[in-house]
């Protein structure tokens, strides 16, 4: 087998660290089986993850530097990014000109965010298209530009994980505007926690935008269901709407049903 097995350097690094968040650690040797690549490939993969801090070498692998492991959105970007794209084309097209639209941080709701800046038709003749308020800054950066989108950002502290600002003074400005529509993103989906994230500071944040909503909406790929994240952002009775890439197993779906949320699955697999 080719060395690189024609996967680049990012992804095997992306990988590596999907790895060890699920297990805790990987061994030189298992990187070298995932990839087809040789010993000294994976150890170079393996310093450059330690030279940026996010895993602790050890004899023959290395471990998680925490035990509460978040990857860091550069290395989940790449992860399941058809479905991704997928899905905010799909969330996209719930938004109407006019409307004031609430964004999440998130790899999902960043797509969504270049949907919407993609969105011919919210481009009015006078005046703004749409309203977007979001506490993600890599987001208000790809909007920022353009001249059909009003941004509105909450202020707050940087997390430089996933670039969301958190804290008080986010709360305090999602708490007195009124959203049509907020978008929401997450770490994990499930019958019994209901939607979650990593942080706690981001779970806080997001609760407060989607307490400002007339209609919550949730972006998931398939990734996320039946797991549990650290922080609840919301139970399920919260959320009219989840877009995803393909239909939830049966508990989740009987849990969806239950609390009236509407299931729209994005691509060919239609609607649901």
């Known amino acids: 087998m080719p060395e690189g097995n024609d996967v680049r350097q990012q992804q095997r690094l992306d990988q590596i660290l999907a790895t060890i968040s699920t297990q805790d650690r990987i061994s030189v040797e298992e990187i070298a089986d995932l990839f087809g690549t040789s010993l000294a490939t994976a150890r170079r993969d393996l ?6 801090g996010l895993v602790t070498r050890t004899h023959g692998g290395a471990i998680a530097v925490a035990s509460a492991y978040e990857l860091p959105m550069a290395y989940r970007i790449a992860r399941n990014a058809h479905a991704k794209r997928a899905i905010g084309a799909t969330a996209a097209a719930l938004v109407s000109a ?22 011919g038709d919210l481009v009015p003749k006078v005046g703004t298209g749409v309203t977007v308020m979001t506490n993600a800054l890599n987001i208000a950066y790809e909007l920022a530009i353009r001249s059909h989108v009003k941004l509105v950002l909450t202020g707050g502290v940087a997390r430089s994980q996933t670039f969301e600002l958190v804290g008080p003074i986010a709360a305090a400005t999602l708490s007195d505007v009124v959203i049509d529509v907020a978008f929401v993103g997450v770490d994990g989906l499930d019958a019994q926690c209901g939607a979650t994230t990593a942080d706690d500071a981001e779970a806080h944040v997001n609760h407060r935008m989607l307490s400002s909503a007339r209609r919550v909406v949730v972006v998931a790929d398939s990734t996320k269901f039946d797991h549990a994240a650290f922080a609840r952002t919301c139970s399920l009775e919260e959320i009219d709407t989840l877009v995803t890439d393909a239909e939830p197993g049966p508990g989740l779906a009987e849990a969806l049903a239950r609390a009236d949320v509407e299931v729209i699955v994005s691509g060919p697999r239609g609607r649901g």
Do not use: N, P
């Open 47 to 52: 310093s450059v993850l330690t030279d940026q």
């Open 98 to 119: 006019g409307d004031v639209v609430g964004l999440t941080g998130g790899t999902t709701t960043s797509e969504l965010g270049r949907a919407l800046a993609s969105r």
